[in-house]
């Protein structure tokens, strides 16, 4: 039985991997620190173990191979005893594809927003199907309890993302997938840690394009300007284009302002409408790309409308941690501008809150570096008032004096929660947005909040 060791086991990505090898037969081990749930959850419960930190060398030495996270940098103790040792190794996407993806017809879900809920919409779908498809998802998908699988049908849905792959393989994890169809959800910048503009990115975009084959598919937004300029440096395959108004292949027309009904026209003929319970035109759009991309593999519109009516959102896609006494606390992946202003805009025209307050951590590294600091008034137009952690590390009170919405910078997390128990009452929604663990946040929030509504 092969032993596999992976580092940086705890990204959502490598999490998954050691889910599938261990499906899959192998003996899986890890090094990752500062793992959080949901994903320590996951792996304590499918009985992988990992060591804490990046110092202990014994059980990468002891693997056939290790698969390298694109956290990993030189100078780490366990990485240079692996490279001093010779024990073979290899990035995570070049082993997907060598030892998985090739034994099924590939889905790949790429753009800046919404490949984890999208890619989740079209393993449920394909799911409810009969299909029985295999997925990698970048979250843990509430429908199947985790966030990868084998699958037993001829399909694999992955979320395909344009970060490098590892330190000594720069490609952008998707150009490994070789999908038949291929979802572009949207695409702005980000990753400025990695791609200097947006002209870089899409770059690879055109190189992922040129993976496509001729008798496959691109399923894409008909007004993204990103998009269109990637697409005008070639077309290799088929294009099918989405959108929410006037014409294209597939076009959703919304019966309900906050995006909980909607028709799905093909073709200009109406094939299925859906009633659920998600709200945002941005999740209307994630679920007119699934449906198109499940038509693609073979499955009918109806049974796609069918199935989405029963779909659960992924964790910390607008999760709800606590709801009591008519005080709400979410907790929700967004962490780019664009994806904060949709989902406070969701919220809002859900109409289910007096008020939103928003709790941020800016936690990528795009966010930190500065990059979109410009666009968090208008991303933050619809919050009551906004409470961000500022830690020593990160001093955003320069950087916050041309900002016009209502906000306070914190210290601790600590003082945050003590601030929110003094001001929440009945009708009011917490929204806590981070793409890390927020020094658990949401479990201080639960505690605090839900005893104090009790009494």
């Known amino acids: 039985m092969t032993h596999l060791h992976i580092l940086g086991l705890s990204g959502t990505f490598m999490s998954a991997l050691a889910f599938l090898a261990r499906d899959a037969g192998y003996t899986v081990t890890g090094s990752d620190e500062q793992c959080y749930p949901p994903v320590s959850d996951l792996l304590r419960s499918k009985g992988i173990s990992w060591t804490e930190g990046y110092d202990d060398t014994s059980l990468a030495l002891q693997a056939d191979l290790v698969l390298v996270g694109n956290a990993m940098k030189r100078g780490m103790p366990v990485l240079e005893a692996v490279l001093n040792s ?5 990035s995570g996407p070049q082993w997907l594809a060598d030892q998985l993806l090739s ?20 393993a449920w779908i394909l799911e409810k199907a009969g299909l029985n498809p295999g997925f990698l998802i970048g979250g843990v998908a509430t429908d199947f309890n985790t966030s990868a699988r084998l699958g037993t049908g001829e399909w ?28 572009l959800n949207n695409l702005e910048f980000d990753h400025a840690d990695i791609y200097d503009n947006l002209a870089a990115i899409q770059l690879q975009f055109h190189y992922f394009l040129r993976t496509i084959p001729s008798s496959g598919v691109a399923l894409k937004p008909r007004d993204d300007q990103a998009l269109n300029e990637v697409l005008m ?12 108004s006037g014409q294209a292949t597939w076009r959703a ?11 799905i026209i093909h073709l200009d003929q109406e094939v299925a409408q859906v009633n659920w319970s998600l709200i945002g035109r941005f999740n209307v759009e994630n679920a007119l790309a699934a ?34 006494n008519g005080i709400t606390v979410y907790d929700d992946f967004a962490h780019h501008p664009t994806a904060i202003r949709k989902t406070l805009e969701a919220l809002k025209k ?42 020593q590390t990160l001093n955003l009170s320069a950087a916050s004096k041309e900002w016009t919405f209502p906000f306070t910078l914190f210290k601790t997390t600590e003082d945050i929660v003590t601030k929110l128990c003094a001001i929440a009452r009945p009708g009011d929604a917490i929204l806590v947005m981070s793409n890390r663990g927020f020094n658990g946040i949401h479990q201080q929030l639960i505690q605090a909040l839900g005893p104090r509504q009790q009494a």
Do not use: C
Request: avoid cysteine.
């Open 86 to 90: 010779e024990t073979p190794y290899t």
């Open 103 to 122: 034994r099924y017809k590939v889905i790949a879900v790429s753009g800046t927003h919404g490949k984890t809920t999208t890619t989740s919409m079209i």
């Open 156 to 183: 694999f849905v992955i979320e395909a993302d344009e970060y490098d792959s590892a330190f000594f393989d720069k490609r952008p994890k998707f150009m490994h997938y070789r999908p038949q169809i291929a979802v």
């Open 233 to 244: 440096r070639g077309q290799y395959s088929r294009v099918e284009e989405f959108s929410l």
């Open 253 to 263: 027309k919304l019966l309900d302002e906050s995006g909980s009904s909607f028709q």
């Open 291 to 324: 449906i198109a991309a499940s038509f693609n593999a073979g499955v009918p519109p109806h049974t796609a409308a069918s199935a989405l009516e029963q779909f659960t959102p992924v964790k910390r896609r607008l999760e709800v941690k606590l709801s009591t």
């Open 350 to 391: 859900s109409n289910r809150h007096e008020r939103i307050f928003v709790v941020m951590e800016f936690a990528s590294y795009t966010m930190r570096t500065g990059v979109h600091y410009q666009s968090m008034p208008s991303a933050l137009v619809h919050a009551e008032a906004t409470f961000i952690l500022d830690p």
